[in-house]
C-alpha cells in the first residue's frame, strides 16, 4: 500500500509523518525548489511564512490545548518546535530556520518517506490514497484540479468577518427578528446604533488603522465583491446604513421604532456558540477591531474568535465536500489538509494533516477512521469544517467557542477555560484508549 501527499507545508509533513508511523509508504511531492509560491522563500519544509510565533503556550489557551492533543499523536510539528524555542513570553516562538530545518531532516531519513522534488498538477495515479495539503496559495495547477473535482465549492480569497461568542453578547442592548419577521425570529441577533451612536461608529471607523496588505493579497476585483465595511464606509456617511447597517424591515422593542442603523449576527454553528458579524469583513488590525466594533453597546464586552480577515487563501466549502476525518464525500480515498480545509493558522494547518495522514492509513488498513471527541480541539475543528449546517463557510482557528459549554457555567474566564482543557484531555485520552490509538 502506498500513499501520495502533495505539499510538505505543515499539514503535509504531518500527514506523512502520521502514514509512515502507521507502516504506510508515502510519495511526498515538493515543489520547492523547482518552484515556489509567492509567499515561500526557504526551500525546507513546514516553512513558517508570516509569524514564527505558534501561539499561546499554557494548556488553559485553545493554542495550547490544540498542541497538548497534537503532542499525544506524536507531531513532527510540536517536536520541532520545543526542539527550536526562542524566549517570547508565553507564546511559544520558534526560530524559523531551525524549526523547518530540523523537521525536512527528519522527513528526508525517514526510509518509509519518498520526496519528490515536482510540481503536482494532478492527483498522483500511482497511490492508493492521496493527501492533497498544497496550501493557501495552491499553484494554478494544482488549483486547477480542485476545482474540477469541488465545482462552485473553491474559494481563492477570504473575506470574512469577525466571530464573537454568543455568552459575550449583552442581549440588554440586542433583539432578537429576522428582517420583515422572514424566518425563525432566532435567526439574528440585532444589535442596534441610534444617530449618536453611528456617526461615533463611523468617525471611528474611517480613521482606524487598517493592516498591510502582501502584493499576492491585492485583489482590485474580490474587493468590489466582498467590499471591506470600512472601504464602504469611505464612500459617505449613510452608505453602510444602505448596506450592512441597513435598519429596514425591523422593529426595535426597547423603543417601538425602527433602529438608525443596525448590526446583524448570525449564528456561526449549530449549537449557536458562536455568531459573526454580517457584512462585516474588513482589513483593519485586529486591536482596532476590536476597538471599533465594541462600539456597538450590545457587543461592548464582546469576546472576538476570530477577527476579520481579507487574504489570498484557496479553500473548499468544507462543510459540503469534506467528511469529519478529512475524507472527499465522493472519493473516500481522497483526503484534504491544512488552510485548504479552512481550519485556520499553523497548528491548526498541522493538526488537520495528523488526521488526515492517521485516517488516510486507517482506512488503507480497513481499519475505522477517527473522529475526535467535539469536546477535544481537534474533533471540535473537525466537525466544524464538516458541519452541513454551517451555511455561510469562513476558515476558522482554534478558540473555546467551537467547544461545547460546560455543563455548569463558570463565570471566571480562566478558570472556565481551564475546565475546559482539563475535559478536552480527559476525553481525549478515553477515547484513544477505546479506539487502540
Request: net charge negative; aromatic share 8%.
Amino acid at each position: 500500500m502506498k500513499a501520495a501527499v502533495i505539499g510538505a507545508g505543515l499539514a503535509g509533513v504531518e500527514a506523512a509523518w502520521q502514514l509512515q508511523l502507521q507502516g504506510i509508504e508515502v510519495d511526498l511531492y515538493e515543489m520547492k525548489p523547482l518552484k515556489r509560491s509567492p509567499a515561500h522563500h526557504q526551500d525546507g519544509f513546514a516553512e513558517l511564512v508570516c509569524s514564527n510565533s505558534l501561539k499561546a503556550e499554557r494548556l488553559n489557551s485553545a493554542a495550547g490545548l490544540l498542541k497538548a492533543e497534537m503532542a499525544t499523536f506524536s507531531s513532527i510539528c510540536v517536536e520541532s518546535a520545543y526542539q527550536n524555542k526562542v524566549p517570547a513570553g508565553g507564546a511559544l516562538a520558534v526560530d524559523r530556520d531551525g524549526f523547518s530545518g530540523y523537521i525536512t531532516e527528519k522527513i528526508l531519513a525517514c526510509p518509509r518517506i519518498h520526496v519528490i522534488h515536482e510540481e503536482v498538477t494532478e492527483l498522483p495515479k500511482n497511490a492508493d490514497a492521496v493527501i492533497v495539503a498544497a496550501g493557501p496559495l495552491a499553484s494554478d495547477g494544482i488549483a486547477e484540479t480542485i476545482r474540477s473535482l469541488c465545482g462552485e465549492g473553491l474559494s481563492f480569497y477570504d473575506a470574512a468577518a469577525p466571530i464573537v461568542t454568543a455568552e459575550s453578547i449583552d442581549m440588554s442592548e440586542a433583539f432578537l427578528q429576522s428582517r420583515y419577521d422572514r424566518g425563525g425570529e432566532s435567526d439574528y441577533i440585532n444589535c442596534p446604533l441610534d444617530k449618536e451612536q453611528y456617526e461615533a461608529f463611523y468617525e471611528a471607523l474611517i480613521t482606524a488603522e487598517g493592516a498591510p496588505l502582501h502584493s499576492f493579497d491585492k485583489r482590485k476585483d474580490v474587493y468590489e465583491g466582498c467590499m471591506p465595511i470600512e472601504v464602504l464606509a469611505s464612500r459617505g456617511k449613510d452608505a453602510m446604513r444602505y448596506g450592512p447597517l441597513k435598519p429596514v424591515g425591523l422593529t426595535n422593542p426597547q423603543t417601538g421604532h425602527r433602529p438608525w442603523a443596525n448590526l446583524q449576527l448570525r449564528k456561526e454553528n449549530n449549537k449557536g456558540t458562536l455568531y459573526n458579524l454580517v457584512g462585516f469583513q474588513t482589513n483593519l488590525k485586529f486591536p482596532e477591531q476590536k476597538r471599533v466594533f465594541s462600539m456597538f453597546p450590545a457587543l461592548k464586552n464582546a469576546e472576538f474568535m476570530r477577527y476579520g480577515v481579507m487574504h489570498r487563501n484557496t479553500f473548499l466549502d468544507s462543510p459540503r465536500l469534506l467528511n469529519g476525518d478529512f475524507s472527499f464525500r465522493k472519493r473516500p480515498l481522497l483526503f484534504f489538509a491544512g488552510q485548504i480545509t479552512g481550519v485556520e493558522g499553523y497548528m491548526e494547518s498541522a493538526s488537520s494533516g495528523i488526521l488526515a495522514g492517521l485516517n488516510a492509513a486507517r482506512r488503507l488498513k480497513g481499519e475505522e477512521t477517527v473522529l475526535l471527541p467535539e469536546t477535544t480541539m481537534m474533533g471540535a475543528l473537525s466537525r466544524y469544517i464538516s458541519d452541513e449546517s454551517v451555511k455561510h463557510f469562513q476558515p476558522m482557528g482554534a478558540n473555546f467557542g467551537v467547544l461545547p459549554t460546560l455543563e455548569t457555567h463558570i463565570r471566571d474566564k480562566a478558570e472556565r477555560y481551564a475546565a475546559l482543557s482539563d475535559r478536552a484531555m480527559a476525553d481525549l485520552k478515553a477515547y484513544k484508549e477505546q479506539m487502540s490509538l
